[in-house]
């Protein structure tokens, strides 16, 4: 077919061109031809190589948890054994489950004897935050009366007092999570409002400010544990 197509070619040449050029035209297209046909055979020799490769090497193999491995075991006695073993598999399921719930609770029960353990070593601290509870008490009792001014004397006019700054030293000490710290943080913040209400002789922004500071200081006791060793609370 090739050669037919060759035979032929010189109808398509304009007479402008001579035969003699169209025939080393053609000699030249079929040199080119030659060379584009070796080209395409190496590329498809190298396809079917990387292809060949691709297909031959191991798929890579998947990183399996414990819960994982113990779910393909199941699924594979699924396959074996049909809808008999449906109470086994429940079994180990839940077996799985209430092992991971005992390491949770081993790790939340060496927290709490860790968390008691600094408690049980911080005797001053706890006399702070005790101090902490009567200034509370007399300071609502006085803004509940309406005198501010005895509630300004117990407060001590700023943050800068030394029962604020005691305060302050246990919370930093027995402080660990987050919650903790941001009920100091709230603690302080209201602190502050207060003083500064209470200051500007303002009954109703005390009030406030006294329940956010007194709610705060409570909650941050019974995320430390510290609830039930504090009298007043």
């Given at each position: 077919m090739a050669t037919a197509f060759l035979s032929t070619a010189n109808s398509f040449f304009p007479s402008?061109?001579?035969p003699s050029t169209s025939s080393s035209c053609l000699s030249s297209s079929s040199s080119s031809l030659g060379t584009a046909l070796v080209y395409l055979n190496n590329q498809n020799v190298q396809r079917r190589t990387l292809c060949k490769?691709?297909?031959?090497?191991?798929?890579?193999?998947?990183?399996?948890?414990k819960r994982g491995f113990s779910l393909c075991f199941i699924t594979s006695l699924v396959l074996a054994a049909g809808n008999g073993c449906?109470?086994?598999?429940?079994?180990?399921?839940?077996?799985?489950?209430?092992?991971?719930l005992l390491e949770k609770v081993k790790k939340d029960r060496k927290k709490r004897l860790e968390r008691q353990g600094v408690i049980?070593?911080?005797g001053q601290e706890k006399g702070y935050l005790q101090d902490v509870v009567y200034k509370l008490s007399e300071i609502g009792q006085a803004i509940d009366n309406n005198d501010l001014s005895t509630a300004s004397s117990v407060l001590g006019g700023s943050t800068d007092t030394e029962w604020v700054?005691?305060?302050?030293?246990?919370?930093?000490?027995?402080?660990?999570?987050p919650e903790e710290k941001t009920q100091v943080e709230t603690f302080n913040s209201s602190l502050a409002s207060l003083i500064s209400s209470v200051t500007k002789n303002d009954v109703e922004s005390s009030?406030?400010?006294f329940v956010?500071?007194?709610?705060?200081?409570?909650?941050?006791?019974?995320?430390?544990?510290?609830?039930?060793?504090?009298?007043?609370?």
């Open positions: 402008s061109i001579s490769a691709f297909n031959e090497s191991p798929p890579p193999t998947p990183a399996l948890t449906s109470n086994a598999i429940a079994a180990i399921l839940e077996a799985d489950d209430d092992e991971e049980s070593s911080s700054k005691n305060a302050n030293v246990a919370f930093n000490k027995l402080s660990s999570s009030k406030v400010a956010t500071s007194a709610t705060a200081f409570e909650k941050w006791t019974t995320l430390t544990g510290l609830v039930g060793q504090l009298k007043g609370l």
